[in-house]
């Protein structure tokens, strides 16, 4: 990786961007791609769309998405304790002594911390963190001084925690999931510029918002733009981790290469076709089968309209939906080489219909 692509990795990764407040982190996504694309869309909600040949009739999508989890602050006791809700699947147990952003319109970020009894005075039966439980202190005596702060319900917070190297091999940090998505298809955006490699389609780079409520942004944007294809790609489990179940969850490992998904919304003859480009080019690749649904914005573009020809690319992840959430630096660029050879693959006009 060189360091201009570095250099937004670590940028666009420690920006703040909660489900419903992806702004700055769109700014940034934005900024980077702008040299790569014939123009852009954004909408009402703030996804964001780079297009590349916007005048051609067949459109190919790529899509990750821009948001993470967080918490709303949901009630401010009379000693000034903050009592929240999720913003997307947060997890209650990892917040006690956790230090938090508190994002407030007023004032920026106000500093804060999740608080917790100390071991020598919890119960024998020890109290497990829960979210009747867990609060947010921030330095305040009673509510007035909460208040004064900027802070009321509905104020978004965010852990702290950044994007670091674990050693030579990984990342780790808070939001991999899923703005490493967003990462990833800017770089195979900027790969086929320098490569100057002419698409017979116009190519639609989407960072959609939303993701963690519901596959909200995919959503809209889908609708909007009434792709032929989408190449959606997310996180997936690292399934080798302690404490996971292979029988129920699948034997996915970070380090092996990209995950690819098999699911009623996954269209075969697409997934196909990804599978003999990544046997072509060599490109080491996992499988992994899903229930009913992905769960990710793969399903939002699928049902799209009269159907959208879907599949999903997902990066290895470990320990999803923490403050170290890791990834290896290998699978970014392998998932990074197989959306770039896959694009490189479809062919103008190409119908993915299983009857014809």
């Not at 899923?178 to 320098?194: W, Y």
């Amino acid at each position: 990786m060189d360091q201009q692509s570095k250099d937004f990795l670590f940028k666009y990764l420690n920006n703040p961007s909660p489900t419903g407040f992806e702004e700055g982190g769109q700014r940034i996504w934005l900024d980077y791609v702008k040299p790569y694309i014939d123009e852009y869309i954004s909408d009402t909600y703030g996804t964001v769309v780079g297009v590349v040949n916007p005048k051609a009739a067949y459109k190919v999508v790529i899509e990750a998405h821009a948001d993470e989890i967080s918490w709303f602050v949901n009630y401010i006791d009379d000693k000034g304790y903050i009592y929240v809700i999720r913003n997307g699947g947060s997890d209650h147990q990892i917040a006690p002594s956790m230090r938090v952003n508190v994002h407030t319109r007023k004032n920026g970020i106000v500093k804060g911390i999740f608080g917790w009894p100390a071991i020598h005075v919890r119960k024998e039966k020890e109290d497990a963190p829960t979210l009747k439980n867990i609060f947010i202190d921030v330095g305040a005596s009673n509510k007035e001084e909460v208040e004064a702060m900027g802070i009321h319900p509905g104020t978004v917070i965010t852990f702290t925690d950044e994007l670091m190297e674990l050693g030579d091999k990984y990342y780790t940090g808070r939001a991999l999931d899923n703005r490493i998505g967003g990462f990833m298809i800017a770089q195979v955006l900027r790969k086929i510029k320098d490569e100057g490699i002419q698409l017979p389609f116009g190519l639609y780079v989407v960072n959609a918002v939303q993701e963690e409520i519901g596959l909200r942004g995919a959503e809209m944007i889908s609708r909007r733009i009434k792709p032929n294809v989408a190449i959606i790609t997310d996180v997936t489990h690292d399934t080798n981790s302690p404490m996971y179940d292979k029988k129920n969850s699948g034997d996915i490992s970070v380090g092996k290469g990209p995950t690819l998904s098999y699911a009623p919304a996954v269209q075969q003859n697409l997934r196909d076709l990804i599978v003999a480009v990544a046997e072509k080019n060599n490109i080491p690749f996992q499988r992994h089968a899903s229930s009913r649904v992905t769960g990710t914005d793969t399903d939002a573009f699928a049902y799209s309209g009269d159907g959208v020809a879907s599949a999903l690319i997902s990066l290895p992840l470990k320990y999803m939906h923490t403050t170290v959430e890791t990834a290896a630096k290998e699978d970014i660029t392998q998932v990074i080489n197989l959306i770039f050879e896959t694009l490189k693959s479809i062919e103008e006009g190409q119908d993915f219909r299983y009857i014809k």
